[in-house]
């Protein structure tokens, strides 16, 4: 017997769609397939009822650290833990000016969030405005707002002349230290888009900001495909 | 760091590490699932100060009890999970029983404790979460507008300049990632 696509099974389930005779003649047989839409269906209903995921404060992890007696320095563990979490690339990437060789990249720290003009705060100052500068041999440029709002720091980035083209264009944070890079998410070439980021992150070295051109192959590395770029002040 | 260092942790690199006593894998798994820790504490009582005391004892039993964690039968974070569930437990407990003392102190009726335990609900709705801050993009930046900004999938095309069938595409996969995700950590 051939069992439903998984893809078709989760269509249904977030459609809410009625499935077609032989689809609903099967689901009716088959035991798998029936529990395997009731589940993907479980993840559709609460997909509106999803928390936003918060991370404790500093101090947390200082305490246990202490508690536990940790020989590894703190900030050191942590640090290199953090970078090495989620979505780490560990391929080197030639960065432009104020990094000249680097040897790994990190991507990591979950919580940074594409805004809406939902979430926006009102009463926000801008605090640095770059230019994004295209790369050698690349074409495009465009500015990158840093903006302090209540809510935390936000930053909008807005691009011209970027080539239409397969994939999508997602934009970095790159720490100076050409050790660690955050992805903030992907951007629309043409209306840009403001990103959320943790108040801390440009005091820690998060200054470069760069916009690859990322294929669409599951990697969640940077492509080192970097169009244009550009570094906020410290 | 060198290019010649491996690869980010896995779950299940980190989970042998923890095993093993090797102190980087406390930091790795404090990194990767604080998030979740400190998320269902604070969804389940409500309060900052209790949900930061909390995250400290998961971790600093779960490192001092690690010669009960067997990699072979569990993930890391279905275990770290089930700490929390236990901690915030005891916490909720503790609290029923300050209010009953109070109660009985000024010759109050006991009107009945609040339930001690954690919500299925709520744990499953937090692993989500984290499981979906962990999808590569562009399928992360889709779910995130399509579940929490609650924005349909033309929308979504249009606002991150993607082919309507991509977004489509992403939401499917993201749906069944996140279940299989799920389902692991339920076991």
Redesign the interface.
């Known amino acids: 017997m051939t069992h439903l696509d998984d893809e078709l099974l989760a269509e249904l389930a977030l459609d809410a769609r009625t499935p077609d005779p032989g689809a609903a003649d099967h689901l009716r047989l088959c035991d798998r397939c029936r529990e395997s839409l009731a589940q993907l269906q479980e993840v559709a209903q609460v997909r509106a009822e999803l928390p936003r995921l918060e991370l404790p404060p500093a101090h947390v992890w200082d305490q246990i650290r202490s508690e536990v007696g940790l020989s590894t320095p703190v900030g050191e563990a942590l640090d290199h833990a953090r970078t090495r979490s989620r979505g780490l690339t560990r391929r080197s990437l030639a960065l432009a000016a104020s990094v000249a060789a680097v040897l790994g990249l990190g991507a990591g720290v979950a919580g940074t969030l594409l805004l809406t003009d939902r979430d926006r705060a009102p009463s926000n100052t801008v605090e640095a405005v770059i230019r994004l500068e295209p790369l050698a041999g690349k074409t495009g440029d465009g500015n990158a707002d840093l903006i302090r709002s209540p809510a935390g720091n936000e930053l909008k980035v807005a691009a011209s002349g970027l080539a239409t083209t397969p994939g999508f264009y997602e934009v970095w944070l790159i720490n100076v230290d050409g050790k660690r890079m955050v992805s903030l998410g992907v951007l629309n070439p043409r209306s840009g888009g403001t990103f959320q980021i943790p108040t801390e992150m440009t005091a820690e070295g998060y200054r470069i900001v760069d916009v690859s051109l990322e294929p669409n192959d599951g990697n969640p590395e940077h492509s080192h495909d970097s169009i244009i770029r550009g570094t906020l002040p410290s | ?3 010649a ?5 896995s779950p299940a690199d980190i989970a042998k590490g923890f095993a093993d006593g090797d ?2 894998s ?3 798994a ?3 699932w ?6 269902l504490a ?2 389940s009582l409500q309060d900052r100060p209790d ?2 005391d909390v ?2 004892q998961v ?2 039993s779960a ?2 009890g690690r010669a009960t964690f067997d990699p072979a039968n569990g993930s890391l974070g279905a275990w770290l999970t089930g700490i929390t569930r236990h901690r915030i437990a005891d916490r909720l407990a503790a609290r029923s029983r300050d209010q009953r003392n109070s109660s009985a102190a000024i010759g109050l009726v006991d009107a009945g404790s609040p339930p001690a335990h954690v919500d299925d ?1 709520t744990v ?3 692993v ?3 499981e ?3 999808l ?3 399928r ?3 779910l ?8 349909t999938y033309p929308q979504i095309a249009e ?4 082919p309507l069938g ?1 977004v ?2 992403h ?3 993201g ?2 990632q ?2 299989d995700r ?2 692991e950590v339920q076991g």
């Open positions: 760091m060198t290019s260092e491996a690869d980010a942790p102190e980087q406390l930091a790795d404090y990194a990767r604080s998030g979740l820790v400190f998320t604070l969804r949900a930061e995250t400290q971790f600093v490192w001092r609900h499953d709705r937090v989500l979460a984290d979906l801050a962990r590569e993009d562009p992360r930046t889709i995130r507008l399509a579940f929490y900004e609650d924005q606002t991150l300049d993607l991509t489509k595409s939401v499917r996969r749906l069944i996140l279940r799920l389902k």
